[in-house]
C-alpha cells in the first residue's frame, strides 16, 4: 500500500506531487484492462461509486488531500454494500484515481494560475478561444476519463468537452457543458455515444458564440 500524504494543499510544491500521484495513479489502474479483466472491472467500479462521496465532500482543490483517508473508508463501505470483493486491489491507488477525476472536474469549474498564462497569451495574440486544460498525454487510452477546456475570452465561458468510460459497460460517454462566466453549474450539458456527434457539437457551439 502507498503513503498517505499529510493532509491539507498549503503551496504549489504539495499541490504539484498530488497531481503527479493522481496521474501515476492513472496510469497504474487502467493498464490492468490488458492484465487482469477482473481487478480492472472491480476498480473501475469503485472509482465510480465514489464519484458522488467526493462531489459533496471535496469542493475546492484544498480539499483533495484532506478528502482522501475518508474516501479510503468510504470505499471499504462502498465495495461492501454492493459486494465487490476487495482483495488484490490497491485501496490507494483507486481513491487517488478517482481523486484524479474530481481535480479535472475542479479545474473546469475555475482557472488556476497556469491558465491564467494561457489566458494572457491567447488575448494577446488576438485569440477568441484560450484552451486551458488539456488531458495527460500519458494517460490517454488509459484513463476513465479525459477532459478538455477552452475559454471564450471575451464572454469568460468554458466549454467543458469530455469523453469517460461507463464503468458498467466500458463504453464512451461524450459529454459537453457550458459555464457560464464565473459559474460552477452548467447552463448547457450534452451527452452523446457518438464521438463525431460530439466533435460536431462542440464546434457548432464555438462558432455560436465567435
Given at each position: 500500500?502507498?503513503?498517505?500524504?499529510?493532509?491539507g494543499?498549503e503551496?504549489?510544491?504539495?499541490?504539484?506531487a498530488?497531481?503527479?500521484?493522481?496521474t501515476e495513479?492513472?496510469?497504474?489502474?487502467?493498464?490492468l484492462?490488458?492484465?487482469?479483466?477482473?481487478?480492472?472491472?472491480?476498480?473501475?467500479?469503485?472509482?465510480?461509486?465514489l464519484?458522488?462521496?467526493?462531489?459533496?465532500?471535496?469542493?475546492?482543490?484544498?480539499?483533495?488531500?484532506?478528502?482522501?483517508?475518508?474516501?479510503?473508508?468510504?470505499?471499504?463501505?462502498?465495495a461492501?454494500?454492493?459486494?465487490i470483493?476487495?482483495?488484490?486491489?490497491?485501496?490507494?491507488?483507486?481513491?487517488?484515481?478517482?481523486?484524479?477525476?474530481?481535480?479535472?472536474?475542479?479545474?473546469?469549474?475555475?482557472?488556476?494560475?497556469?491558465a491564467?498564462?494561457?489566458?494572457?497569451?491567447?488575448?494577446?495574440?488576438?485569440?477568441?478561444?484560450?484552451?486551458?486544460?488539456?488531458?495527460?498525454?500519458?494517460?490517454?487510452?488509459?484513463?476513465?476519463?479525459?477532459?478538455?477546456?477552452?475559454?471564450?475570452?471575451?464572454?469568460?465561458?468554458?466549454?467543458?468537452?469530455?469523453?469517460?468510460?461507463?464503468?458498467?459497460?466500458?463504453?464512451?460517454?461524450?459529454r459537453?457543458?457550458?459555464?457560464?462566466?464565473?459559474?460552477?453549474?452548467?447552463?448547457?450539458v450534452?451527452?452523446?455515444s457518438?464521438?463525431?456527434?460530439?466533435?460536431?457539437?462542440?464546434e457548432?457551439?464555438?462558432t455560436?458564440?465567435?
Amino acid at each position: 500500500m502507498n503513503e498517505v500524504p499529510r493532509a491539507g494543499v498549503e503551496n504549489g510544491d504539495a499541490l504539484a506531487a498530488l497531481v503527479i500521484r493522481f496521474t501515476e495513479a492513472e496510469r497504474n489502474l487502467y493498464p490492468l484492462a490488458q492484465v487482469d479483466p477482473d481487478i480492472y472491472q472491480r476498480s473501475v467500479r469503485l472509482v465510480g461509486l465514489l464519484g458522488d462521496f467526493l462531489s459533496e465532500r471535496a469542493q475546492s482543490v484544498d480539499d483533495l488531500a484532506s478528502i482522501r483517508t475518508p474516501a479510503i473508508a468510504r470505499l471499504h463501505g462502498l465495495a461492501s454494500s454492493q459486494g465487490i470483493v476487495l482483495t488484490n486491489l490497491d485501496d490507494q491507488l483507486i481513491v487517488d484515481a478517482a481523486l484524479a477525476q474530481r481535480y479535472r472536474v475542479l479545474l473546469a469549474q475555475g482557472v488556476d494560475h497556469e491558465a491564467e498564462v494561457i489566458t494572457d497569451r491567447a488575448r494577446a495574440a488576438g485569440e477568441k478561444w484560450a484552451p486551458i486544460q488539456t488531458p495527460d498525454g500519458g494517460t490517454l487510452g488509459y484513463a476513465m476519463s479525459h477532459q478538455w477546456v477552452d475559454l471564450h475570452l471575451s464572454s469568460e465561458t468554458r466549454l467543458v468537452r469530455s469523453v469517460d468510460v461507463d464503468p458498467a459497460t466500458g463504453s464512451p460517454i461524450f459529454r459537453i457543458e457550458v459555464y457560464p462566466r464565473s459559474e460552477s453549474q452548467a447552463s448547457l450539458v450534452l451527452e452523446m455515444s457518438n464521438r463525431q456527434e460530439w466533435l460536431d457539437e462542440a464546434e457548432a457551439i464555438r462558432t455560436a458564440m465567435d
